[in-house]
């Protein structure tokens, strides 16, 4: 258990500062690359060395914070979405549903969808990936290309809710990150060097 330590109640932004879970019993790094929150309170987190970690339920009004390792051994996931109560996490493999034993750590990973091109390309990362209202998922991947060229680098795609079915969106962009709202189905993407970009999926168009 560590302790929170709470923000400035006058602040224009009150910020309280969570510790990591670092140092740990595995001597693992905590270098922080995705967050999703569950509907209990719950704040999951997984890092770049492909680790997930799951703290206890958070109130606003907590002072400490407890967190578990929930998995590992993935491939350097990048960001992490929740869907019907599940966990999945956006990784070089592909995404990745990450199911609780009775234990509550992970003891399944399962294969959730493996149809989004990924290279062996050190900048293509799985950059961005968020949950949509009416089921399925939006995923980015970087396209910042220095060695290997791939025709999934720079893209946007539209995952359907069974995993089964992807559909490219857009093209052209460096290393996006995504923003969705949780009604509507908005998506917009940030980028280095770019405007942001409103997408418009019926259409498959961008609008700069």
């Known amino acids: ?36 929150c569950f509907p209990d309170g719950r704040a999951a987190l997984c890092t770049i060395d492909g680790d997930v970690w799951i703290t206890n339920p958070l109130a606003p009004d907590a002072t400490s914070v407890s967190w578990h390792r929930f998995a590992s051994g993935l491939h350097e996931p990048q960001s992490l979405a929740i869907a019907n109560g599940r966990l999945h996490a956006f990784t070089r493999d592909g995404i990745i549903a990450l199911d609780p034993g009775p234990s509550g750590l992970c003891d399944t990973y399962a294969n959730f969808c493996q149809d989004i091109p990924q290279s062996a390309e050190t900048r293509e990362f799985p ?23 791939t025709p999934g680098a ?6 359907s809710p069974d995993g089964k079915s992807v559909t490219e ?40």
């Open 154 to 159: 720079g893209r946007i795609y539209s995952i």
């Open 1 to 36: 258990t560590l302790p929170i330590k709470p923000g400035n109640p006058d602040a224009a932004l009150v910020t309280d500062r969570i510790p990591l879970p670092f140092p740990n019993p595995w001597h693992r790094k905590v270098r922080l690359s995705g967050l999703a």
């Open 169 to 208: 969106l857009c093209c052209g962009l460096r290393q996006p990150y995504l923003g969705i709202h949780p009604a509507s189905g908005l998506l917009t993407a940030s980028d280095q060097q770019l405007s942001l970009i409103h997408i418009s999926e019926p259409t498959r168009q961008a609008e700069i």
């Open 127 to 149: 950059m961005d990936f968020v949950s949509r209202p009416n089921g399925g998922f939006y995923a980015a991947k970087g396209g910042q290309q220095l060695t290997t060229k």
